[in-house]
C-alpha cells in the first residue's frame, strides 16, 4: 500500500508542529519518498534521536506501507 | 524474562566490532539500501560480518524491537547502533565514519 507525499507531511507536522517539511517521490510510484524535514526539536539530538523522532510520527508506517523514505534531518540555521 | 532473538543480537553485536543487519549478504544484497552500506564498508575496507533478516523471520521483527528503528539495514559498531543507510551515508560523507571507526579501534583505510 502506497502513501501519499502529503499524507507523510501531515504527520510529521502533527508530531514537529514547527518542521519544515520536503518530500520528493524518488520514483513517481508513490512509494519511493526523500523527506527533508527541519525542527527546532531536534537540537541536541544524536541523528539517531532524530530520525527516531520522524519515524515515531509516522506511526508505524515506516518499514511497513511506506517502504523507502529516505530520511535528512536538521536543525534549522 | 528472556528473549532469545534479542539475546542473539546481543551476542552478535558484542562478538563482532562491526556488524550488519541487512537484507542479502555482502555478496548478494538483496534491497539497494542495504547493498549501498554495504558498498560503504567494503570501500573502507572494514572488515565486518553481516546477518540476512530475509532468511529468519523472528530476526526481522526481533531487530527492529532491539533498536526501535523500522527499518533494514542497521549497522551496528561496537555493539552500539550507529543507523541505518541515509545515516551511514551522511557520515560516510562527511567524514564521521571513518572518525568515528577510528575512535573505536575499527582497521580500515580508504580502497585506492
Excluded at chain 1, 502513501?3 to 508513490?30: Q, S, W, Y
Excluded at chain 2, 539500501?33 to 521483527?61: C, G, M, W, Y
Amino acid at each position: 500500500m502506497a502513501m501519499v507525499a502529503n499524507e507523510i507531511e501531515g504527520l510529521i507536522k502533527e508530531a514537529l508542529p514547527d518542521a519544515r517539511v520536503t518530500i520528493e517521490d524518488l520514483a513517481g510510484d508513490g512509494d519511493h519518498y526523500a523527506a527533508a524535514v527541519v525542527s527546532e526539536t531536534f537540537r541536541g539530538k544524536s541523528r539517531v534521536q532524530q530520525h527516531q523522532m520522524v519515524y515515531a510520527a509516522l506511526r508505524g508506517r515506516m518499514g511497513g506501507e511506506l517502504h523507502a523514505l529516505a530520511l535528512q534531518t536538521s536543525i534549522p540555521e | 524474562m528472556s528473549d532469545p532473538v534479542a539475546e542473539r543480537i546481543q551476542s552478535e553485536i558484542t562478538t563482532n566490532p562491526v556488524m550488519l543487519y541487512m537484507k542479502g549478504n555482502a555478496m548478494f544484497p538483496q534491497c539497494g539500501f542495504s547493498a549501498r552500506v554495504v558498498q560503504i564498508l567494503t570501500h573502507l575496507s572494514v572488515p565486518f560480518k553481516t546477518a540476512n533478516v530475509l532468511e529468519d523471520p523472528a530476526l526481522r521483527e526481533g531487530i527492529k524491537q532491539f533498536s526501535q528503528w523500522p527499518t533494514v539495514p542497521q549497522l551496528y559498531v561496537k555493539g552500539e547502533f550507529i543507523g541505518g543507510c541515509d545515516i551511514v551515508m551522511e557520515m560516510f560523507q562527511s567524514g564521521e565514519l571513518t572518525t568515528l571507526l577510528s575512535d573505536k579501534g575499527i582497521p580500515h583505510q580508504i580502497a585506492a
